[in-house]
């Protein structure tokens, strides 16, 4: 039971924290720009975890060419286009709706899933993603987007679910990359290729940037992004989710949102509305519908193996 808490617990700081990058990576773009706070934070996260692969791994594991095709891949979509979207979306948008909307991950990986690896979309599943979809639309299409306080909310709102696209085929990548590559060497990969995909326009921003600009808090942004949200946030989900049935782990995904939203008002002074409550209470229906969905299908795998 303890061991159960403790895990419970791990996942639900992951999810917060996540939630919390929504709001961070908002303060962090408004002073330094998305290409180069992006290129610095995954320097300081891949040296951090190549260091924590090598003292807990002891050095890197064989890569099969498939195995570093589907890294690549991972890393262009679930960390450089979901970083360039979300933190480009976030300028655009409030850190509220970002934050719903990213809630969605799991009901696009559901339909990715059919599409590209022709999993079964059951009924449980097809109803959580139409109140998944049902919640996102009031939030676009009654939000802030609609009634003129910011003309470009719709389109921020449009890139963070292209964030969520790319953050769900990192999720799905992982299925075709080989059973002996652990989650600490998949993150260290990601980071370290993530890196080298922003490094070119880093540069180029770094060029005509003024380092001494930005105070000691907006440098502390990336630093919590890197740290924080890229190394931490990543051991405490995984530290959890091995000691739970798969399908409990997915009903703290329902974290992320209320992280984002609480902390969008406690911190960017967001006003939270009854259009955000409606947007919020249809998406965590839908992601609550597709775990109870889960569950019973990943436990009989799991206690098959």
Not at 46 to 52: D, K
Not at 117 to 127: D, G, S, V, Y
């Amino acid at each position: 039971m303890r061991n159960q808490l403790a895990a419970y617990t791990s996942m639900a700081l992951a999810m917060a924290i996540v939630g919390s990058s929504v709001v961070i990576g908002k303060l962090m773009v408004e002073t330094i720009p998305v290409f180069l706070s992006s290129g610095i934070r995954f320097l300081i996260a891949a040296v951090v975890l190549v260091i924590l692969l090598f003292y807990f791994e002891k050095g890197f594991p064989a890569l099969t060419k498939k195995d570093v095709f589907v890294l690549l891949i991972q890393s262009f979509t679930g960390v450089f286009l979901f970083s360039v979207c979300m933190l480009y979306g976030v300028k655009l948008t409030t850190g509220m709706e970002s934050g719903i909307i990213t809630s969605t991950t799991p009901m696009a990986v559901g339909v990715l899933a059919f599409f590209l690896l022709k999993e079964k979309i059951e009924k449980r599943m097809a109803a959580g993603i139409v109140l998944a979809v049902i919640g996102v639309m009031t939030i676009n299409l009654f939000g802030a987007g609609s009634q003129g306080e910011n003309p470009y909310a719709l389109m921020g709102n449009l890139l963070i679910a292209a964030a969520v696209i790319g953050e769900a085929m990192f999720t799905l990548m992982a299925k075709l990359l080989s059973p002996h590559i652990s989650a600490l060497a998949i993150s260290t990969f990601v980071s370290l290729f993530g890196f080298l995909f922003f490094l070119p326009f880093a540069a180029i921003e770094a060029l005509s940037f003024d380092f001494g600009a930005p105070g000691i808090l907006d440098w502390s942004y990336v630093i919590y992004y890197a740290l924080i949200v890229t190394v931490l946030a990543f051991f405490l989900w995984y530290s959890g989710v091995t000691k739970v049935p798969a399908g409990v782990s997915g009903i703290f995904t329902s974290v992320l949102p209320v992280s984002a939203v609480v902390l969008s008002g406690l911190i960017l002074k967001e006003q939270f509305t009854y259009i955000h409550l409606i947007g919020i209470v249809f998406v965590m229906a839908g992601i609550f519908v597709t775990v109870l969905k889960k569950e019973p299908q990943k436990d009989s795998r799991n206690l098959a193996s």
